[in-house]
């Protein structure tokens, strides 16, 4: 019987022990940061061992999920939702991590007419020209679809695009109105309307009506597998997912 050098054993022990110490973590995110919290959770899971399952929504409905009682190890929702969570002492202490400001955009189909976003004005234009356009339904808790639909009000065309408008639960959501033709033009965070190949984004919103949002991730109370949380947070705020999340348009924070 031919023997296996001791090397070989030893590795497949360590193998062995590291899949049975494997932390199974539960990532609650808000959509605009799930496509790129998953690429950089598809290499964290590889170089730990470890397993991750994400729930994507919008941070209200992932508020309401959480004091419901589901207990994810790490979440990643708007600053102003996580000083909440911060304020009801539902976090591990220092365990927040500030990650990306993400912009609000325009989308539209490839070869679509373009909106004008060089000023408010020209904006509230191309929105009135517009035959359709989709966001996130506030009910659903999305920041992007509570913004924009007090952005209308502002504006003083709220009744006017009534009509108008496609409602969508999510901002992957509005890309896909606007991808399959359901809508001329969609408004949701950039980070969740870039990756849909079906669409162009004609770019953000004009900067005196523009909502940079702030996104952070931490360690609920909650969590079972509190020191693999910590990784993997630590794997978003390192070099490689600074990376991600430039390439998808995000801006890391300090």
């Known amino acids: 019987m031919r023997k296996m050098p001791l090397c070989a054993i030893a590795a497949g022990l360590f193998l062995a022990g590291a899949q049975a110490d494997a932390a199974e973590l539960k990532v609650f995110v808000g959509g605009a940061m799930t496509e790129t919290v998953e690429k950089i959770g598809a290499d964290y899971a590889r170089m730990s061992g470890n397993k991750l399952e994400y729930v994507s929504d919008t941070t209200g409905a992932l508020l309401n999920r959480l004091k419901a009682g589901e207990k994810p190890d ?10 909440g969570l911060v304020k009801d002492g539902a976090l591990v202490s220092g365990s927040r991590a500030e990650l990306v400001r993400a912009l609000i955009g325009v989308a539209m189909k490839p070869g679509g007419k373009v909106p004008d976003l060089s000023s408010p004005e020209s904006f509230k234009a191309s929105l009135l020209a517009a035959r359709t356009v989709s966001y996130v339904n506030p009910k659903a808790g999305g920041t992007s679809g509570t913004y924009f639909e ?14 108008k408008i496609v409602y969508r639960n999510q901002g992957s959501e509005v890309a896909d109105a606007v991808a399959k033709g359901d809508a001329e033009l969609g408004v949701s965070f950039i980070a969740e309307l870039a990756p849909n190949k079906g669409l162009k984004v004609a ?9 940079p949002t702030n996104y952070a991730a931490a360690i609920p109370s ?22 991600v999340f430039k390439a998808a348009g995000l801006e890391p924070l300090p």
Not at 154 to 161: L, R, V
Not at 203 to 211: D, E, M, N, Y
């Open 222 to 243: 909650v969590s079972a597998n509190q020191a693999a949380a910590k990784g993997f947070i630590a794997a978003m705020r390192g070099p490689s997912g600074t990376a």
């Open 150 to 163: 007090g952005l209308l009000a502002k504006m003083g065309i709220a009744d006017q695009m009534k009509p």
């Open 74 to 83: 790490v979440i990643v929702v708007t600053a102003p939702a996580m000083d």
């Open 203 to 211: 770019g953000p919103l004009p900067s005196a009506i523009q909502l």
